[in-house]
Protein backbone atom coordinates (compact mmCIF):
# COMPACT_ATOMS: atom_id res chain seq x y z
CA UNK A 1 0.00 0.00 0.00
CA UNK A 2 1.22 3.56 -0.50
CA UNK A 3 1.28 5.64 2.45
CA UNK A 4 -1.34 8.41 2.76
CA UNK A 5 1.53 10.76 3.42
CA UNK A 6 2.69 10.04 -0.35
CA UNK A 7 -0.80 10.48 -2.43
CA UNK A 8 -1.38 13.81 -0.10
CA UNK A 9 1.69 15.41 -1.12
CA UNK A 10 1.33 14.13 -5.06
CA UNK A 11 -2.37 15.51 -4.59
CA UNK A 12 -0.65 18.56 -3.00
CA UNK A 13 2.06 19.04 -6.26
CA UNK A 14 0.31 18.17 -9.12
CA UNK A 15 -1.76 20.61 -11.57
CA UNK A 16 -5.14 19.36 -12.93
CA UNK A 17 -4.34 21.82 -16.03
CA UNK A 18 -0.90 20.67 -16.50
CA UNK A 19 -2.24 17.04 -16.57
CA UNK A 20 -5.05 17.20 -18.81
CA UNK A 21 -2.79 19.00 -21.10
CA UNK A 22 -0.95 16.25 -21.53
CA UNK A 23 -3.68 14.23 -23.36
CA UNK A 24 -6.36 17.48 -24.50
CA UNK A 25 -5.54 20.70 -26.23
CA UNK A 26 -6.77 22.98 -24.06
CA UNK A 27 -7.95 26.39 -24.88
CA UNK A 28 -8.40 28.91 -21.82
CA UNK A 29 -12.13 30.15 -21.19
CA UNK A 30 -12.27 33.21 -18.86
CA UNK A 31 -11.10 31.02 -15.22
CA UNK A 32 -11.13 28.14 -16.94
CA UNK A 33 -10.00 25.88 -19.60
CA UNK A 34 -12.53 24.19 -22.34
CA UNK A 35 -11.68 21.35 -24.71
CA UNK A 36 -13.60 18.84 -27.05
CA UNK A 37 -14.26 15.84 -24.53
CA UNK A 38 -11.83 13.13 -24.65
CA UNK A 39 -13.94 10.51 -23.74
CA UNK A 40 -16.74 10.69 -26.65
CA UNK A 41 -17.36 12.49 -30.45
CA UNK A 42 -18.04 15.96 -30.11
CA UNK A 43 -17.98 19.18 -32.09
CA UNK A 44 -18.89 21.78 -29.83
CA UNK A 45 -16.37 21.71 -26.08
CA UNK A 46 -18.20 20.25 -23.10
CA UNK A 47 -14.83 19.35 -21.79
CA UNK A 48 -13.82 22.09 -18.81
CA UNK A 49 -10.94 21.93 -16.35
CA UNK A 50 -11.07 24.49 -13.56
CA UNK A 51 -7.49 25.31 -12.27
CA UNK A 52 -9.18 26.77 -9.02
CA UNK A 53 -10.62 23.65 -7.50
CA UNK A 54 -8.48 21.44 -9.37
CA UNK A 55 -11.22 19.76 -10.93
CA UNK A 56 -12.28 18.43 -14.59
CA UNK A 57 -15.74 18.22 -15.66
CA UNK A 58 -17.28 16.52 -19.54
CA UNK A 59 -20.94 17.66 -19.57
CA UNK A 60 -21.31 15.36 -22.32
CA UNK A 61 -20.48 11.82 -20.74
CA UNK A 62 -21.34 13.44 -16.90
CA UNK A 63 -17.54 12.54 -15.91
CA UNK A 64 -15.41 14.71 -13.57
CA UNK A 65 -13.29 14.39 -10.90
CA UNK A 66 -9.26 15.21 -9.89
CA UNK A 67 -5.91 14.41 -12.08
CA UNK A 68 -6.16 11.12 -10.40
CA UNK A 69 -10.29 10.44 -11.73
CA UNK A 70 -9.09 11.84 -14.79
CA UNK A 71 -6.10 9.75 -15.44
CA UNK A 72 -7.96 6.45 -14.56
CA UNK A 73 -10.81 7.61 -17.20
CA UNK A 74 -8.67 8.69 -20.13
CA UNK A 75 -6.33 5.92 -19.47
CA UNK A 76 -7.82 3.50 -18.12
CA UNK A 77 -5.27 3.64 -15.43
CA UNK A 78 -5.80 1.83 -12.03
CA UNK A 79 -5.93 4.17 -8.89
CA UNK A 80 -2.15 2.95 -7.91
CA UNK A 81 -1.13 3.38 -11.86
CA UNK A 82 -2.49 7.19 -11.90
CA UNK A 83 -0.85 7.79 -8.08
CA UNK A 84 2.54 6.67 -9.68
CA UNK A 85 2.53 8.64 -12.81
CA UNK A 86 1.81 11.71 -10.91
CA UNK A 87 4.60 10.62 -8.40
CA UNK A 88 7.08 10.27 -11.39
CA UNK A 89 5.76 13.46 -13.07
CA UNK A 90 5.65 15.77 -10.18
CA UNK A 91 9.04 14.42 -8.45
CA UNK A 92 7.30 12.15 -5.19
CA UNK A 93 8.78 8.75 -5.07
CA UNK A 94 6.88 6.08 -4.58
CA UNK A 95 7.62 3.01 -2.65
CA UNK A 96 6.99 -0.07 -4.47
CA UNK A 97 9.41 -2.27 -2.76
CA UNK A 98 7.01 -4.35 -1.16
CA UNK A 99 4.88 -4.95 -4.15
CA UNK A 100 3.66 -8.29 -4.54
CA UNK A 101 3.32 -9.05 -8.66
CA UNK A 102 0.84 -11.96 -8.49
CA UNK A 103 -1.87 -9.82 -5.98
CA UNK A 104 -1.82 -6.76 -7.91
CA UNK A 105 -4.49 -5.54 -10.20
CA UNK A 106 -4.20 -7.71 -13.47
CA UNK A 107 -3.98 -4.35 -15.77
CA UNK A 108 -0.72 -3.11 -13.29
CA UNK A 109 1.12 -6.59 -12.78
CA UNK A 110 0.73 -6.43 -17.32
CA UNK A 111 2.10 -2.86 -17.24
CA UNK A 112 5.11 -4.03 -15.10
CA UNK A 113 6.21 -7.47 -16.53
CA UNK A 114 6.24 -5.31 -20.27
CA UNK A 115 8.41 -2.74 -18.83
CA UNK A 116 10.39 -5.08 -17.23
CA UNK A 117 10.42 -6.69 -21.05
CA UNK A 118 11.13 -3.61 -22.32
CA UNK A 119 14.07 -3.21 -19.99
CA UNK A 120 15.63 -6.58 -21.26
CA UNK A 121 15.56 -5.83 -24.43
CA UNK A 122 17.16 -2.59 -24.09
CA UNK A 123 19.77 -4.44 -22.19
CA UNK A 124 20.10 -6.78 -24.91
CA UNK A 125 21.28 -4.55 -27.39
CA UNK A 126 24.56 -3.91 -25.54
CA UNK A 127 25.28 -7.42 -24.97
CA UNK A 128 28.22 -9.53 -27.50
CA UNK A 129 24.98 -10.76 -29.67
CA UNK A 130 22.81 -7.54 -29.88
CA UNK A 131 25.91 -5.56 -30.80
CA UNK A 132 26.66 -7.89 -33.98
CA UNK A 133 23.32 -8.16 -35.38
CA UNK A 134 21.08 -5.47 -33.62
CA UNK A 135 23.18 -2.43 -33.54
CA UNK A 136 24.84 -2.80 -36.87
CA UNK A 137 21.56 -3.50 -38.35
CA UNK A 138 20.26 0.09 -37.01
CA UNK A 139 23.70 1.73 -37.90
CA UNK A 140 23.31 0.32 -41.58
CA UNK A 141 19.67 1.94 -41.69
CA UNK A 142 21.38 5.21 -39.87
CA UNK A 143 19.57 5.24 -36.90
CA UNK A 144 21.15 7.86 -34.36
CA UNK A 145 21.90 6.44 -30.60
CA UNK A 146 19.25 9.18 -29.60
CA UNK A 147 16.54 7.82 -31.59
CA UNK A 148 17.36 4.62 -29.75
CA UNK A 149 16.87 5.75 -26.42
CA UNK A 150 14.26 8.40 -27.19
CA UNK A 151 11.88 5.31 -28.81
CA UNK A 152 13.46 2.53 -26.61
CA UNK A 153 14.37 -0.40 -29.10
CA UNK A 154 15.71 -3.17 -27.97
CA UNK A 155 16.88 -6.48 -29.23
CA UNK A 156 15.33 -10.43 -28.81
CA UNK A 157 18.02 -12.92 -28.71
CA UNK A 158 18.41 -15.36 -30.80
CA UNK A 159 17.13 -17.79 -28.43
CA UNK A 160 13.59 -19.89 -27.40
CA UNK A 161 13.17 -19.03 -23.62
CA UNK A 162 15.46 -16.14 -22.64
CA UNK A 163 12.96 -13.30 -21.51
CA UNK A 164 10.91 -16.34 -20.48
CA UNK A 165 13.85 -17.11 -17.92
CA UNK A 166 14.70 -13.57 -17.24
CA UNK A 167 11.07 -12.88 -16.01
CA UNK A 168 10.84 -16.34 -14.05
CA UNK A 169 13.93 -15.35 -12.44
CA UNK A 170 12.55 -12.01 -11.04
CA UNK A 171 9.19 -14.00 -9.91
CA UNK A 172 6.55 -13.39 -12.32
CA UNK A 173 3.83 -15.50 -12.69
CA UNK A 174 4.01 -17.65 -15.86
CA UNK A 175 0.24 -16.90 -16.90
CA UNK A 176 0.61 -13.51 -16.20
CA UNK A 177 3.51 -13.70 -18.92
CA UNK A 178 1.07 -15.42 -20.83
CA UNK A 179 -1.71 -12.62 -20.67
CA UNK A 180 0.91 -10.03 -21.40
CA UNK A 181 1.41 -11.72 -25.40
CA UNK A 182 5.23 -12.19 -24.93
CA UNK A 183 5.56 -16.04 -24.36
CA UNK A 184 3.47 -19.03 -26.81
CA UNK A 185 2.08 -22.08 -25.34
CA UNK A 186 2.05 -25.30 -26.90
CA UNK A 187 1.60 -28.66 -25.25
CA UNK A 188 2.59 -27.46 -21.91
CA UNK A 189 5.51 -26.06 -23.02
CA UNK A 190 6.23 -22.43 -23.17
CA UNK A 191 8.33 -20.10 -25.44
CA UNK A 192 9.50 -16.64 -25.90
CA UNK A 193 6.92 -15.24 -28.85
CA UNK A 194 10.07 -12.82 -29.69
CA UNK A 195 13.24 -14.17 -30.71
CA UNK A 196 15.87 -12.48 -32.90
CA UNK A 197 14.17 -9.57 -33.74
CA UNK A 198 14.65 -6.05 -33.29
CA UNK A 199 11.82 -4.87 -30.58
CA UNK A 200 9.88 -1.69 -30.87
CA UNK A 201 7.96 -0.67 -27.95
CA UNK A 202 4.08 0.55 -28.45
CA UNK A 203 3.57 3.04 -25.48
CA UNK A 204 0.69 4.41 -24.29
CA UNK A 205 0.15 8.00 -23.81
CA UNK A 206 1.14 8.34 -20.44
CA UNK A 207 4.90 6.67 -21.59
CA UNK A 208 4.03 3.22 -20.36
CA UNK A 209 4.64 0.12 -22.49
CA UNK A 210 1.29 -1.79 -23.77
CA UNK A 211 3.01 -3.77 -26.79
CA UNK A 212 5.58 -4.30 -28.75
CA UNK A 213 6.38 -4.41 -32.61
CA UNK A 214 8.97 -6.69 -33.71
CA UNK A 215 11.11 -6.70 -37.25
CA UNK A 216 13.04 -9.70 -38.32
CA UNK A 217 16.63 -8.87 -39.06
CA UNK A 218 18.18 -12.04 -39.85
CA UNK A 219 17.35 -13.87 -43.77
CA UNK A 220 14.82 -16.61 -42.63
CA UNK A 221 12.85 -17.62 -44.73
CA UNK A 222 8.81 -18.27 -44.45
CA UNK A 223 9.24 -16.10 -41.35
CA UNK A 224 6.83 -12.83 -41.05
CA UNK A 225 8.77 -9.44 -41.75
CA UNK A 226 6.86 -7.95 -38.74
CA UNK A 227 5.58 -9.85 -35.40
CA UNK A 228 3.03 -7.77 -33.68
CA UNK A 229 1.96 -8.32 -29.75
CA UNK A 230 -1.19 -9.98 -29.54
CA UNK A 231 -4.15 -7.56 -28.30
CA UNK A 232 -4.69 -7.90 -24.58
CA UNK A 233 -6.61 -6.56 -21.04
CA UNK A 234 -4.08 -3.00 -21.81
CA UNK A 235 -3.37 -3.51 -26.17
CA UNK A 236 -6.00 -2.70 -28.59
CA UNK A 237 -4.44 -1.79 -31.87
CA UNK A 238 -6.79 -0.15 -33.22
CA UNK A 239 -6.96 1.97 -29.78
CA UNK A 240 -3.05 2.65 -30.15
CA UNK A 241 -1.14 5.00 -32.39
CA UNK A 242 3.02 4.38 -32.55
CA UNK A 243 4.83 7.24 -31.43
CA UNK A 244 1.99 9.70 -30.13
CA UNK A 245 3.47 9.72 -26.34
CA UNK A 246 6.90 11.32 -27.86
CA UNK A 247 5.28 13.31 -30.64
CA UNK A 248 1.90 14.74 -28.57
CA UNK A 249 3.41 18.14 -27.59
CA UNK A 250 4.74 18.63 -31.02
CA UNK A 251 1.51 17.63 -32.41
CA UNK A 252 -0.60 20.20 -30.32
CA UNK A 253 2.32 22.82 -30.86
CA UNK A 254 2.17 22.62 -34.40
CA UNK A 255 -1.47 21.91 -35.12
CA UNK A 256 -0.68 19.37 -37.33
CA UNK A 257 -0.36 15.46 -37.67
CA UNK A 258 1.77 13.89 -39.98
CA UNK A 259 0.55 9.95 -40.16
CA UNK A 260 2.75 7.17 -41.61
CA UNK A 261 2.48 3.68 -42.15
CA UNK A 262 5.43 1.97 -40.14
CA UNK A 263 7.85 2.42 -37.00
CA UNK A 264 10.68 2.99 -39.43
CA UNK A 265 8.85 5.94 -41.14
CA UNK A 266 8.49 7.31 -37.72
CA UNK A 267 11.47 7.47 -36.16
CA UNK A 268 13.06 8.44 -39.41
CA UNK A 269 11.38 11.81 -39.61
CA UNK A 270 11.99 12.21 -35.56
CA UNK A 271 15.74 12.43 -36.83
CA UNK A 272 15.17 14.65 -39.40
CA UNK A 273 13.65 17.15 -36.83
CA UNK A 274 10.33 16.58 -38.19
CA UNK A 275 8.55 15.20 -34.17
CA UNK A 276 4.37 15.73 -35.21
CA UNK A 277 4.57 12.29 -36.33
CA UNK A 278 2.78 8.90 -35.76
CA UNK A 279 1.95 5.54 -37.20
CA UNK A 280 -0.94 3.67 -37.30
CA UNK A 281 1.00 0.41 -37.82
CA UNK A 282 0.44 -0.81 -41.40
CA UNK A 283 -3.36 -0.75 -40.54
CA UNK A 284 -6.57 1.63 -42.30
CA UNK A 285 -7.02 4.65 -40.02
CA UNK A 286 -9.88 3.78 -37.20
CA UNK A 287 -12.67 6.26 -35.61
CA UNK A 288 -10.45 5.62 -32.37
CA UNK A 289 -7.14 6.50 -33.64
CA UNK A 290 -9.18 9.76 -35.50
CA UNK A 291 -10.25 10.18 -31.52
CA UNK A 292 -6.79 10.42 -30.43
CA UNK A 293 -5.11 12.41 -32.84
CA UNK A 294 -8.52 15.09 -32.23
CA UNK A 295 -7.76 15.43 -28.90
CA UNK A 296 -4.28 17.70 -29.44
CA UNK A 297 -5.50 19.03 -33.24
CA UNK A 298 -8.34 19.23 -35.95
CA UNK A 299 -5.19 18.72 -39.21
CA UNK A 300 -3.98 15.61 -40.39
CA UNK A 301 -1.10 15.35 -42.72
CA UNK A 302 -1.20 11.78 -44.14
CA UNK A 303 1.69 10.53 -45.81
CA UNK A 304 1.64 7.49 -48.65
CA UNK A 305 4.61 5.38 -49.95
CA UNK A 306 4.38 5.50 -53.07
CA UNK A 307 3.28 2.07 -54.38
CA UNK A 308 -0.16 1.88 -55.25
CA UNK A 309 -1.58 -0.65 -53.05
CA UNK A 310 -0.03 0.96 -49.89
CA UNK A 311 -2.83 3.88 -51.57
CA UNK A 312 -5.58 1.79 -52.20
CA UNK A 313 -5.23 0.31 -48.59
CA UNK A 314 -4.98 3.29 -46.94
CA UNK A 315 -7.36 5.02 -48.91
CA UNK A 316 -10.10 2.65 -47.05
CA UNK A 317 -11.05 4.33 -44.18
CA UNK A 318 -10.54 7.91 -45.08
CA UNK A 319 -14.18 8.80 -44.82
CA UNK A 320 -14.00 8.57 -40.91
CA UNK A 321 -11.31 11.15 -40.85
CA UNK A 322 -14.08 13.66 -42.94
CA UNK A 323 -17.15 12.28 -40.65
CA UNK A 324 -15.03 13.36 -38.09
CA UNK A 325 -15.02 16.72 -38.99
CA UNK A 326 -11.44 16.82 -39.46
CA UNK A 327 -8.88 18.15 -42.10
CA UNK A 328 -7.22 16.31 -44.01
CA UNK A 329 -4.08 16.37 -46.58
CA UNK A 330 -2.73 13.56 -48.62
CA UNK A 331 0.80 13.39 -50.29
CA UNK A 332 1.86 10.53 -52.03
CA UNK A 333 5.76 10.00 -52.96
CA UNK A 334 7.45 9.07 -56.38
CA UNK A 335 7.27 5.43 -57.02
CA UNK A 336 9.63 3.35 -54.78
CA UNK A 337 9.91 5.83 -52.44
CA UNK A 338 8.27 6.27 -48.93
CA UNK A 339 8.94 8.89 -45.72
CA UNK A 340 11.86 6.71 -44.52
CA UNK A 341 13.79 6.61 -47.49
CA UNK A 342 13.10 10.23 -48.79
CA UNK A 343 14.01 11.49 -45.08
CA UNK A 344 17.14 10.59 -45.06
CA UNK A 345 18.37 11.49 -49.02
CA UNK A 346 17.07 14.90 -48.60
CA UNK A 347 16.80 16.14 -44.90
CA UNK A 348 14.34 18.59 -42.94
CA UNK A 349 13.88 21.00 -45.35
CA UNK A 350 13.62 19.97 -48.57
CA UNK A 351 11.05 17.18 -47.10
CA UNK A 352 8.89 19.53 -45.81
CA UNK A 353 8.94 21.79 -48.78
CA UNK A 354 8.09 18.62 -50.51
CA UNK A 355 5.03 18.08 -48.36
CA UNK A 356 4.00 21.85 -48.69
CA UNK A 357 4.19 21.42 -52.60
CA UNK A 358 2.47 17.94 -52.97
CA UNK A 359 0.03 18.25 -50.28
CA UNK A 360 -3.85 17.93 -51.54
CA UNK A 361 -7.22 17.61 -50.32
CA UNK A 362 -8.98 13.59 -50.58
CA UNK A 363 -11.00 14.73 -52.94
CA UNK A 364 -9.30 16.30 -55.05
CA UNK A 365 -6.58 12.79 -54.60
CA UNK A 366 -9.47 10.81 -55.31
CA UNK A 367 -10.53 13.12 -58.23
CA UNK A 368 -6.90 12.71 -59.72
CA UNK A 369 -6.86 9.32 -58.89
CA UNK A 370 -9.64 8.46 -61.00
CA UNK A 371 -8.35 10.87 -63.88
CA UNK A 372 -5.26 8.66 -64.17
CA UNK A 373 -6.99 5.50 -63.50
CA UNK A 374 -9.93 5.19 -64.69
CA UNK A 375 -10.43 7.32 -67.36
CA UNK A 376 -11.14 5.43 -69.92
CA UNK A 377 -13.27 2.85 -67.88
CA UNK A 378 -16.83 3.90 -68.02
CA UNK A 379 -18.15 0.89 -65.65
CA UNK A 380 -14.91 1.81 -63.14
CA UNK A 381 -15.15 5.50 -63.72
CA UNK A 382 -18.57 5.40 -62.01
CA UNK A 383 -18.01 3.52 -59.37
CA UNK A 384 -15.16 5.74 -58.15
CA UNK A 385 -17.52 8.87 -58.80
CA UNK A 386 -20.16 7.41 -56.56
CA UNK A 387 -16.78 7.24 -53.87
CA UNK A 388 -16.17 10.78 -54.46
CA UNK A 389 -19.73 11.75 -53.81
CA UNK A 390 -20.11 9.02 -50.38
CA UNK A 391 -16.71 10.57 -49.45
CA UNK A 392 -18.32 14.26 -49.85
CA UNK A 393 -21.63 13.22 -47.63
CA UNK A 394 -19.46 12.44 -44.80
CA UNK A 395 -18.24 16.16 -44.28
CA UNK A 396 -20.93 17.30 -41.55
CA UNK A 397 -20.55 21.03 -42.64
CA UNK A 398 -23.12 22.03 -45.74
CA UNK A 399 -20.33 24.67 -47.21
CA UNK A 400 -17.41 23.03 -47.20
CA UNK A 401 -19.93 19.96 -49.03
CA UNK A 402 -20.77 22.53 -51.61
CA UNK A 403 -17.10 23.96 -52.15
CA UNK A 404 -16.12 20.25 -52.88
CA UNK A 405 -19.07 19.38 -55.25
CA UNK A 406 -18.28 22.37 -57.20
CA UNK A 407 -14.30 21.45 -57.75
CA UNK A 408 -15.75 17.61 -58.00
CA UNK A 409 -17.92 18.56 -60.87
CA UNK A 410 -15.43 21.13 -62.74
CA UNK A 411 -12.91 18.29 -62.93
CA UNK A 412 -15.00 15.16 -63.59
CA UNK A 413 -16.99 17.05 -65.61
CA UNK A 414 -20.33 16.47 -64.74
CA UNK A 415 -22.82 18.41 -63.65
CA UNK A 416 -23.41 19.82 -60.26
CA UNK A 417 -27.06 18.79 -59.74
CA UNK A 418 -26.11 15.24 -61.11
CA UNK A 419 -23.73 15.11 -58.09
CA UNK A 420 -25.97 16.96 -55.19
CA UNK A 421 -28.59 14.36 -56.42
CA UNK A 422 -26.73 11.32 -55.88
CA UNK A 423 -25.25 12.43 -52.13
CA UNK A 424 -28.89 14.00 -51.26
CA UNK A 425 -29.58 10.82 -51.46
CA UNK A 426 -26.68 9.27 -49.72
CA UNK A 427 -27.39 12.29 -47.01
CA UNK A 428 -31.60 11.25 -46.82
CA UNK A 429 -30.52 7.35 -46.45
CA UNK A 430 -28.46 8.52 -43.43
CA UNK A 431 -30.95 10.17 -41.87
CA UNK A 432 -33.28 7.30 -41.74
CA UNK A 433 -30.94 4.73 -41.02
CA UNK A 434 -29.93 7.29 -37.54
CA UNK A 435 -33.11 8.45 -37.14
CA UNK A 436 -35.30 7.83 -33.42
CA UNK A 437 -38.97 7.28 -33.45
CA UNK A 438 -40.31 10.25 -31.69
CA UNK A 439 -41.93 10.09 -27.75
CA UNK A 440 -45.03 11.22 -27.72
CA UNK A 441 -47.31 12.76 -24.32
CA UNK A 442 -50.42 11.20 -22.95
CA UNK A 443 -52.74 13.97 -22.75
CA UNK A 444 -54.68 11.86 -20.18
CA UNK A 445 -52.04 12.02 -17.90
CA UNK A 446 -52.18 15.88 -16.69
CA UNK A 447 -52.12 15.80 -13.23
CA UNK A 448 -49.19 13.32 -13.15
CA UNK A 449 -47.43 16.27 -15.65
CA UNK A 450 -48.47 18.72 -12.97
CA UNK A 451 -46.81 16.83 -10.37
CA UNK A 452 -43.68 16.25 -11.98
CA UNK A 453 -43.46 19.58 -12.69
CA UNK A 454 -43.62 20.87 -8.95
CA UNK A 455 -41.47 17.93 -8.32
CA UNK A 456 -39.00 19.14 -11.03
CA UNK A 457 -38.86 22.63 -9.74
CA UNK A 458 -38.23 21.18 -5.88
CA UNK A 459 -35.55 19.15 -7.19
CA UNK A 460 -33.98 22.40 -9.30
CA UNK A 461 -34.05 25.00 -5.65
CA UNK A 462 -32.70 21.67 -3.76
CA UNK A 463 -30.04 21.80 -6.60
CA UNK A 464 -29.36 25.62 -6.46
CA UNK A 465 -29.50 25.79 -2.39
CA UNK A 466 -26.60 22.60 -2.47
CA UNK A 467 -24.61 24.17 -5.40
CA UNK A 468 -24.15 27.32 -3.17
CA UNK A 469 -23.04 24.84 -0.28
CA UNK A 470 -20.40 23.16 -2.75
CA UNK A 471 -19.09 26.35 -3.85
CA UNK A 472 -19.17 28.55 -1.36
CA UNK A 473 -19.18 26.50 2.00
CA UNK A 474 -15.62 28.25 3.16
CA UNK A 475 -16.80 32.00 1.94
CA UNK A 476 -18.57 34.32 4.96
CA UNK A 477 -20.23 37.69 4.60
CA UNK A 478 -21.49 40.67 6.11
CA UNK A 479 -24.73 40.51 8.22
CA UNK A 480 -25.33 43.42 10.05
CA UNK A 481 -22.73 46.00 9.43
CA UNK A 482 -19.44 45.16 9.98
CA UNK A 483 -20.00 42.14 11.74
CA UNK A 484 -18.89 38.52 9.50
CA UNK A 485 -20.51 34.94 9.57
CA UNK A 486 -19.65 32.08 7.88
CA UNK A 487 -21.72 31.08 5.32
CA UNK A 488 -22.31 27.18 6.10
CA UNK A 489 -23.64 28.62 9.32
CA UNK A 490 -25.74 30.76 7.99
CA UNK A 491 -26.94 28.08 5.90
CA UNK A 492 -27.40 25.32 8.29
CA UNK A 493 -29.15 27.20 10.11
CA UNK A 494 -31.70 28.61 7.67
CA UNK A 495 -32.67 25.10 5.95
CA UNK A 496 -32.83 23.38 9.74
CA UNK A 497 -36.72 22.92 9.30
CA UNK A 498 -36.34 21.67 5.26
CA UNK A 499 -36.46 18.23 4.84
CA UNK A 500 -34.52 17.39 1.34
CA UNK A 501 -36.25 15.18 -0.94
CA UNK A 502 -32.90 14.12 -2.84
CA UNK A 503 -31.02 11.84 -0.80
CA UNK A 504 -27.83 12.27 -2.12
CA UNK A 505 -27.84 16.15 -1.49
CA UNK A 506 -28.93 15.60 2.08
CA UNK A 507 -26.37 13.17 2.30
CA UNK A 508 -24.12 15.79 0.90
CA UNK A 509 -25.71 18.44 3.66
CA UNK A 510 -25.25 15.59 6.35
CA UNK A 511 -21.18 15.54 5.04
CA UNK A 512 -20.85 19.90 5.86
CA UNK A 513 -23.31 19.88 8.96
CA UNK A 514 -20.86 16.51 10.97
CA UNK A 515 -17.55 18.80 9.84
CA UNK A 516 -18.48 21.69 10.59
CA UNK A 517 -19.82 20.48 14.46
CA UNK A 518 -15.80 19.31 14.67
CA UNK A 519 -14.87 23.17 13.58
CA UNK A 520 -13.80 21.64 10.35
CA UNK A 521 -14.96 23.75 7.39
CA UNK A 522 -14.24 21.78 3.97
CA UNK A 523 -14.47 22.10 0.13
CA UNK A 524 -15.16 20.11 -3.10
CA UNK A 525 -11.64 18.40 -2.26
CA UNK A 526 -13.09 16.38 0.76
CA UNK A 527 -15.45 14.38 -1.29
CA UNK A 528 -12.83 13.26 -4.12
CA UNK A 529 -11.56 10.52 -2.21
CA UNK A 530 -12.95 7.12 -2.67
CA UNK A 531 -14.84 7.19 0.98
CA UNK A 532 -17.68 9.32 -1.02
CA UNK A 533 -18.06 7.14 -3.83
CA UNK A 534 -22.01 7.39 -4.02
CA UNK A 535 -22.09 11.30 -4.00
CA UNK A 536 -18.85 12.48 -5.45
CA UNK A 537 -20.38 12.58 -9.08
CA UNK A 538 -23.15 15.06 -7.76
CA UNK A 539 -20.67 17.22 -5.69
CA UNK A 540 -18.19 17.66 -9.04
CA UNK A 541 -21.24 18.37 -10.73
CA UNK A 542 -22.57 20.89 -8.46
CA UNK A 543 -19.50 22.95 -8.47
CA UNK A 544 -18.59 22.73 -12.44
CA UNK A 545 -20.26 25.76 -14.31
CA UNK A 546 -20.26 24.86 -18.45
CA UNK A 547 -20.68 28.39 -18.65
CA UNK A 548 -19.08 32.05 -17.51
CA UNK A 549 -19.54 35.70 -17.99
CA UNK A 550 -16.83 37.19 -20.30
CA UNK A 551 -14.59 39.17 -19.05
CA UNK A 552 -14.19 41.60 -21.97
CA UNK A 553 -17.61 42.77 -20.31
CA UNK A 554 -15.80 44.96 -17.96
CA UNK A 555 -12.26 44.92 -19.37
CA UNK A 556 -13.24 46.11 -22.63
CA UNK A 557 -17.01 47.52 -22.29
CA UNK A 558 -16.50 49.09 -18.75
CA UNK A 559 -19.43 47.18 -17.88
CA UNK A 560 -19.52 45.32 -14.79
CA UNK A 561 -22.04 42.03 -14.30
CA UNK A 562 -22.23 41.09 -10.69
CA UNK A 563 -21.19 37.43 -9.67
CA UNK A 564 -23.13 35.66 -7.13
CA UNK A 565 -19.85 36.28 -5.16
CA UNK A 566 -21.18 39.47 -4.62
CA UNK A 567 -24.74 39.36 -3.40
CA UNK A 568 -23.78 35.94 -1.31
CA UNK A 569 -26.03 36.30 1.67
CA UNK A 570 -28.81 37.52 -0.73
CA UNK A 571 -28.44 34.73 -3.09
CA UNK A 572 -28.65 32.11 -0.77
CA UNK A 573 -31.30 33.37 1.00
CA UNK A 574 -33.81 33.48 -1.96
CA UNK A 575 -32.38 30.69 -3.76
CA UNK A 576 -33.93 28.60 0.02
CA UNK A 577 -36.98 30.83 -0.01
CA UNK A 578 -37.51 29.45 -3.39
CA UNK A 579 -37.17 25.89 -2.12
CA UNK A 580 -39.69 26.34 0.95
CA UNK A 581 -41.97 28.06 -1.84
CA UNK A 582 -42.13 24.98 -3.60
CA UNK A 583 -42.29 23.06 -0.81
CA UNK A 584 -45.46 24.90 0.64
CA UNK A 585 -46.59 24.26 -2.53
CA UNK A 586 -46.85 20.70 -2.30
CA UNK A 587 -48.12 20.47 0.81
CA UNK A 588 -50.80 22.50 -0.39
CA UNK A 589 -51.66 20.36 -3.07
CA UNK A 590 -51.24 17.63 -1.38
CA UNK A 591 -53.34 18.57 1.61
CA UNK A 592 -56.39 19.67 -1.45
CA UNK A 593 -56.52 16.25 -2.65
CA UNK A 594 -57.74 15.57 0.86
CA UNK A 595 -59.98 17.64 1.30
CA UNK A 596 -61.71 16.30 -1.67
CA UNK A 597 -61.72 13.22 -1.25
CA UNK A 598 -63.38 14.04 2.33
CA UNK A 599 -67.35 14.98 2.15
CA UNK A 600 -68.42 18.14 3.43
CA UNK A 601 -70.45 16.37 6.12
CA UNK A 602 -67.28 14.86 7.19
CA UNK A 603 -64.38 17.36 7.04
CA UNK A 604 -61.53 16.99 8.84
CA UNK A 605 -61.18 20.56 11.45
CA UNK A 606 -57.57 19.61 11.06
CA UNK A 607 -56.91 19.50 7.48
CA UNK A 608 -58.65 22.40 6.87
CA UNK A 609 -56.48 24.54 9.37
CA UNK A 610 -53.29 23.03 8.19
CA UNK A 611 -54.54 24.40 4.64
CA UNK A 612 -55.27 28.06 5.95
CA UNK A 613 -51.62 28.10 7.72
CA UNK A 614 -49.84 26.58 4.40
CA UNK A 615 -51.95 29.48 2.68
CA UNK A 616 -50.65 31.98 4.89
CA UNK A 617 -46.86 31.23 4.52
CA UNK A 618 -47.22 30.66 1.02
CA UNK A 619 -48.40 34.16 0.90
CA UNK A 620 -45.39 35.38 3.06
CA UNK A 621 -43.04 33.96 1.53
CA UNK A 622 -44.74 35.02 -2.07
CA UNK A 623 -44.39 38.71 -0.45
CA UNK A 624 -40.50 38.53 0.60
CA UNK A 625 -40.13 37.04 -2.89
CA UNK A 626 -41.98 39.55 -4.76
CA UNK A 627 -44.40 36.81 -6.15
CA UNK A 628 -48.07 36.97 -6.56
CA UNK A 629 -50.15 34.28 -5.67
CA UNK A 630 -54.00 33.47 -4.98
CA UNK A 631 -55.64 33.15 -1.18
Request: proline share 2%; glycine share 4%; net charge negative.
Given at each position: ????????????R????E??????S????G???K???????????????S?S???????????????????R???????????????????????E??????????????????????????????????????????????????M????????????????????????F????????????????????????????????????????????????????????????????????????????????????????E?Y???????????????????????????????????????????????I????????????????????SF???????S???????????????????????????????????????????????????????????????????????E??????????????????????????????????????D???S????????????????????????????????????????????????????????????????????????????????????????????????????????????????????????????????????????Q??S???????????????????????????????????
Amino acid sequence: MIEESVIQEIKDRSDIVEVVGDFVSLKKSGSNYKALSPFTDEKTPSFFVSPSKQIFKCFSTGKGGDSIEFLREVESMTYVEAIKFLGEKYGVEVDESEQDYNVNNEKESLLIILNKSKDFYKDNLNSEEGKSIALSYLEHREVSEDMIEKFEIGYSLDKWDSLLQYLSKNKFNKDQILKAGLILENNDKKYDRFRNRLMFPIHNISGKVIAFGARIISEQKNQPKYVNSPETPLYVKSNVLYGLYQSKNNIRKLDNCILVEGYTDVISLFQIGVENVVSSSGTSLTINQIKLISRYTKNITILFDGDKAGIDASLRGMDLILENDMNVKIVSFPEGEDPDSYSKAVGKNKFLEYIDSNETNLITFKVDLLNSTYKDDPVKKSEMIFDIVKSISKIPNSIKRSVFIKEASNSLEITEQALITEMNKLLINSENKFSQPKAYINLDKKESLKKDEISSAINFYERECVRMLVNYGTSDFEVIGLDRKSFIDYFLNEIEDIEFENKNYLKIIEVFKNEFKKNRVIDINHFLDGKYKDIKEDVIDLSANKYEISKQWKDKFNIHVSDEIDSLKKTTYTNILRLKFRLIRKMIKDNMQNLSKSDMVNIDRETIELHSKLKSAEIEIAKQLGNVTTV
